[in-house]
T-cell receptor, first 112, second 115 residues
Framework: KAGVTQTPRYLIKTRGQQVTLSCSPI?????VSWYQQTPGQGLQFLFE???????NKGNFPGRFSGRQFSNSRSEMNVSTLELGDSALYLC???????????FGPGTRLTVL | AQSVTQLGSHVSVSEGALVLLRCNYS??????LFWYVQYPNQGLQLLLK??????LVKGINGFEAEFKKSETSFHLTKPSAHMSDAAEYFC?????????????FGKGTLLTVNP
């Protein structure tokens, strides 16, 4: 069974731009969660989607948004990029009942 | 606020020595506890999980963890370290609110294995 895939793996943007990251979950997984990882703040939860609905949300500004499609693929969008948004963005998928989350390799975003 | 604390941001051991990585969580028993490992430039890989079936949990690569309710701890151990164990390790907890599950991570412990 294929794992969680994330595209692109690396991105370089400048301040003020916007970016869209993509995540394809493991086949059959309906829950997709996003996390931001930085050296200073560690791993922080962004949001979770289940069956195209945002089910849970972390403490991030409204510039961070996401969506999930009917095939469970998910996208995360960050608008008006700031230097502090430079991070590794991780996506994880899970079945509803197990709570065991499987992570993708991440997208490394650098904001200049 | 609910939290997860990993004692020691960096642990260094010799190859063949015992590995002990500490994790404590805030009070009230959480539904699930996890340990993840992250190798450089990779995502997180699940090592093991506690789901209340047994207090001693065995995971992959020879790791195990023991859930101690009285100490609110879930420390990770491995009897004999291998060079390939060098990585960053994260303890994570799920606190549920209805059907909403979200992982809360500790800050991570970087494990170095010396030859």
């Amino acid at each position: 069974k294929a794992g969680v895939t994330q595209t692109p793996r690396y991105l370089i943007k400048t301040r003020g731009q916007q970016v869209t990251l993509s995540c394809s979950p493991i086949s059959g997984h309906r829950s997709v969660s996003w996390y931001q990882q930085t050296p200073g703040q560690g791993l922080q939860f962004l949001f979770e989607y289940f069956s195209e609905t945002q089910r849970n949300k972390g403490n991030f500004p409204g510039r961070f948004s996401g969506r999930q499609f009917s095939n469970s693929r998910s996208e995360m969008n960050v608008s008006t990029l700031e230097l502090g948004d430079s991070a590794l963005y991780l996506c994880a998928s899970s079945l509803q009942s197990t709570n065991e989350q499987f992570f993708g390799p991440g997208t490394r975003l650098t904001v200049l | 606020a609910q939290s997860v604390t990993q004692l020691g941001s960096h642990v260094s051991v010799s190859e063949g020595a015992l590995v002990l990585l500490r994790c404590n969580y805030s009070s009230s028993v959480p539904p699930y506890l996890f340990w993840y490992v992250q190798y450089p430039n990779q995502g997180l890989q699940l090592l093991l999980k506690y789901t209340s079936a047994a207090t001693l949990v065995k995971g992959i690569n020879g790791f195990e963890a023991e859930f101690k309710k009285s100490e609110t701890s879930f420390h990770l151990t491995k009897p004999s370290a291998h060079m390939s164990d060098a990585a960053e390790y994260f303890c994570a907890v799920v606190w549920s609110g209805g059907s909403n599950y979200k992982l809360t991570f500790g800050k991570g412990t970087l494990l170095t294995v010396n030859p």
